[in-house]
């Protein structure tokens, strides 16, 4: 198990200039495939960039998922285990990511020292310092939560197409419906071969189940993903699901 480090805030690298659920006959269509695949076979620990949006609107989301991020840990006992790098930006200009993380009380300790401050989104900051941080090491899963889109979409779409050529599925997880943000999360989730899964405000119970099967996917693939939606709790598993390709 690899050892935490001590908290660091590392500027994600600069925005570049440069670049319906499914039925549920294709769910179980895609169940069936899923099956023939297995989990990381290079005996790795399974990598996620848990990123979040940290404006001011998003303090009682940041405080939900304080609490439900163990969760995701959990989950991934048995497969193999986890590492996270948190990431989030706030206010005018900052935008930074922590250490590689292997357990809970580390991660909850990192976000518990964050508070949310106003500002406009930087979601291509967060793509930007992903594609990064993949091209050093495998990166099994990225997760974003958040609620709304400020930046020119064909931006964030480049550095997404790029994503899923690195093979770095996108969990677009937002929270309410903006339409604006609804369609930007929807096409980065497509472009990686992701999904976006929208949440109620406080349902914790929602936003708990899709943490909970992105942690599988990225320890132990699409395998351990269908093993969860087979199981009670299982349905943030089978939304995912349902939009993965």
């Known amino acids: 198990m690899p050892k935490d480090r001590d908290e660091t805030h590392v500027p994600a690298e600069r925005n570049e200039k440069t670049p319906k659920s ?11 495939q899923a099956r023939s695949l297995g989990p990381r076979t290079d005996g790795k620990r399974g990598r996620l960039v848990f990123a979040l949006d940290a404006t001011m609107s998003r303090q009682p989301t940041w405080d939900l998922a304080c609490k439900l991020q163990a969760e995701m840990f959990e989950e991934t006992a048995a497969i193999g285990g986890l590492d996270v790098q948190l990431v989030f930006y706030r206010g005018i200009s900052e935008c930074a990511a922590s250490a590689w993380v292997s357990n809970p009380a580390r991660l909850a300790s990192l976000m518990e020292k964050i508070d949310c401050r106003g500002g406009h989104t930087q979601i291509g900051r967060v793509l930007s310092h992903v594609r990064k941080e993949s091209k050093r090491e495998r990166v099994d899963a990225f997760v974003f939560v958040g609620d709304a889109m400020e930046e020119k979409v064909d931006d964030l779409c480049t550095i997404a197409g790029e994503l899923g050529l690195l093979g770095v599925p996108a969990f677009m997880f937002q929270e309410n419906r903006d339409p604006i943000a609804e369609q930007a999360f929807r096409e980065i989730a497509r472009l990686t071969k992701g999904a976006w899964c929208p949440f109620d405000a406080g349902a914790a119970a929602q936003l708990k189940e899709l943490l909970r099967a992105a942690a599988a ?3 132990g693939g699409r395998l351990a993903l269908a093993d969860l939606s087979k199981r009670a709790g299982g349905k943030g598993a089978v939304r995912l699901l349902g939009q993965m390709h």
């Open 217 to 219: 996917y990225a320890a």
């Open 22 to 32: 499914s039925g549920q006959s294709e769910i179980d269509a895609f169940l069936k």
